[in-house]
């Protein structure tokens, strides 16, 4: 048969050229179908493979545009890989062995008289499960000899009533959104960035594998997965794609945080399962897009991968993260210690300093600079040698800030962490060295830190602020010394600039001893800070200060209405000392308690006035 095909056979909206081919053996001889294909010059396979030259027979034999044929039917362009209109992609992507038809519309071919069944491209993707006209779930029927691989509905679909049963049974279920995804962009149209940053078919895997990921989790059985489930697994994974990179690593977030729970301490394919097992496996063969990528770099930013390992097909160059013990192993540390400093440190959360759960991963570069710190820091039993100061001064350092010990404040950790890092301690000295001036002999009146403070009265910590902020203009150091102690500040400038009033706060020790007549000794007896009863209540000084200790005037006053001195009743009576405690003893009256314990003789005041009157 020659020329050009008359009357000519309209193709219908979508179908495919093989489809048109099938009809159009119908429609002009009604016999054999491949007996219409050899008259032609046309090859079965060929025509179910798009192959160009066989549409451009088609075309010259029925006189429809060669771009319109090629518009509807998929050209394999290598072994296993097919091109569509703007897309290339391999035969995964399509149904495989296997026909895809909607019952329905099967019979609405049937029933119409002209038993032409119509087959449309839509149906050779994978992801397009659903008849967007009658909303059912599309059956499939697998490809047994070369009339289903032309996917010839006459020959491969059920006729009379086993059709309509497949009608009738049908699933009834919308379009997903990837199908409709997949069928816009082959028209030309667009959709999230994330999915039209890649091939059509790296977005429609990836999005079928994050749906399997969220809603079967890390350990599916794909090959258990029916049509139904897929479909399912498609719609889930689409509203996870469709708001791109953040929302996936979302998806991964979740994934990791289950597995730490589930199974503590896990590799990427421990904890990604299914996915990282395809995405590392050598018998991917074709590249599955951005995916990779951003599960790669979710790995990085939130797992412990050494350097040198084959991290999805890249080896990698340098670790983002760890956990003690991979930084413990690194710079040849005890787990726990490292542990412990990273609580300190706030690295990691943990409430038991002692408990190693192996899931807090923390920043590489941060922990690998505080293992440097523990391998370099000093002992705060041996920083006042190595810094040429006296051991309250340290404290006064490390109470006040200036510097830090690796636990940090108020933690009992192992003896190392208690150390402060050497590079610190150097950095803190070179502060205080760079305040003073390089002299051969000091000038006179000036004094090192503590000295100057108990001349002046005043809290080093304080001398120290005033020292690093540049406030002090009187600072030498002798040439030929270094450290803390080498530093020299002036007392009197220190007064000038550290003034203070006190009129507004309780007395001091020396003030109430003053008031109440007996010394220091026995005040601190009287406020039960050497042991005892407290006869006296006392409030704590929280001020910068040597002071820590006062009491309220009222506090005195109350307790002077019920108590006096021997003293004072030597004083208003004018009697020595020993007559007035035999004159006392002879009218019974005796000391309140024991005056060996508490330094001073203490009486009734009432009974003691009366009998001296």
């Known amino acids: 048969m020659t020329g050009v095909l008359y009357p000519l056979l ?9 489809s048109w081919v099938c009809r159009l053996a119908d429609f002009h001889t009604g016999g054999p179908l491949l007996s219409f294909l050899n008259d032609q010059a046309l090859s079965a396979k060929d025509v179910s493979l798009g192959k160009r030259d066989n549409m451009l027979r088609l075309s010259d034999v029925t006189g429809v545009a060669f771009e319109e044929l090629v518009s509807r039917q998929p050209e394999q362009v290598a072994k296993r890989r097919y091109r569509f209109r703007n897309e290339e992609f391999s035969t995964e992507f399509m149904v495989g062995m296997r026909t895809a038809f909607c019952a329905a519309c099967i019979l609405e071919n049937d029933v119409s008289g002209s038993h032409r069944r119509v087959g449309i491209w839509p149906w050779l993707f994978a992801s397009v499960r659903t008849c967007e006209k009658h909303t059912s779930a599309l059956q499939y029927v697998s490809v047994k000899h070369w009339a289903g691989k032309l996917r010839n509905l006459h020959e491969v679909a059920p006729e009379g009533q086993a059709l309509f049963q497949l009608a009738d049974s049908a699933r009834q279920r919308s379009c997903s959104p990837l199908q409709r995804y997949l069928l816009n962009r082959l028209e030309g149209g667009s959709g999230p960035d994330w999915m039209d940053n890649q091939s059509l078919e790296q977005a429609c895997w990836a999005t079928k594998m994050l749906g399997v990921l969220d809603g079967w989790g890390t350990k599916p059985d794909l090959n258990e997965f029916d049509d139904h489930d897929w479909d399912q697994a498609e719609r889930l994974g689409y509203e ?20 730490a729970i589930r199974r503590g301490k896990a590799g990427p394919s421990g904890v990604f399962g299914f996915l990282y097992e395809k995405l590392q496996s050598k018998k991917l063969n074709r590249d599955p897009g951005p995916i990779r990528s951003v599960l790669r770099e979710f790995i990085l930013d939130e797992m412990v991968v050494s350097v040198g390992f084959n991290l999805l097909g890249e080896e990698v160059q340098k670790t983002r993260r760890h956990h003690a013990h991979s930084l413990a192993v690194k ?39 505080m293992a440097r710190s523990i391998c370099r820091a000093i002992p705060v039993s041996k920083l006042a040698k190595y810094m040429n100061a ?8 490390l109470k006040e800030g200036f510097l830090q010990s690796l636990a940090g404040a108020e933690m009992k950790v192992a003896q190392v962490l208690e150390g402060v890092d050497a590079e610190k301690v150097d950095c803190f000295l070179a502060r205080l060295s760079n305040e003073a001036r390089i002299v051969g002999v000091p000038a006179r009146g000036l004094a090192n830190i503590p000295q100057a403070a108990q001349e002046a009265k005043r809290y080093s910590g304080d001398i120290l602020r005033l020292l690093l902020e540049g ?11 270094k450290g803390y102690l080498a530093i020299l500040v002036c007392p009197k400038e220190v007064r000038k600039l550290l003034p203070r009033d006190t009129s507004h706060l309780p007395l001091c020790k020396a003030e109430a001893a003053a008031l109440l007549g007996v010394n220091l000794v026995a005040l601190d007896a009287l406020l039960g800070l050497k042991g005892g009863v407290p006869l006296l209540r006392w409030v704590k000084d929280t001020l910068p200060g040597p002071i820590k200790v006062r009491i309220e005037n009222e506090e005195v006053e109350r307790f002077l209405t019920t108590h006096i001195t021997l003293g004072e009743l030597q004083k208003r009576s004018g009697l020595h000392q020993q007559t007035m405690r035999k004159l006392l003893r002879q009218k019974c009256i005796e000391p309140l ?21």
């Open 390 to 397: 006296t051991r309250p001064q340290v404290d006064i350092c």
């Open 331 to 369: 710079y040849k540390l005890h787990p726990k210690t490292v542990h412990r400093a990273l609580v300190a440190q706030g690295l990691i959360s943990s409430h038991d300093l002692d408990h190693m759960s192996g899931l807090e991963t923390f920043d590489a570069a941060e922990g690998e600079e």
């Open 10 to 18: 309209p193709l219908k909206e979508q179908e495919t050229a093989s």
């Open 240 to 259: 996870i794609a469709q708001a791109g990179e953040q929302s996936i690593r979302d998806v991964f977030s979740d994934v990791l945080r289950r597995a």
């Open 471 to 481: 406030k002090l203009t009187r600072v030498e150091q002798k040439q030929g010394t």
């Open 593 to 613: 308690y024991d005056p060996k314990k508490i330094r001073v003789y203490l009486y009734d005041r009432g009974e003691a006035l009366a009998a001296i009157q």
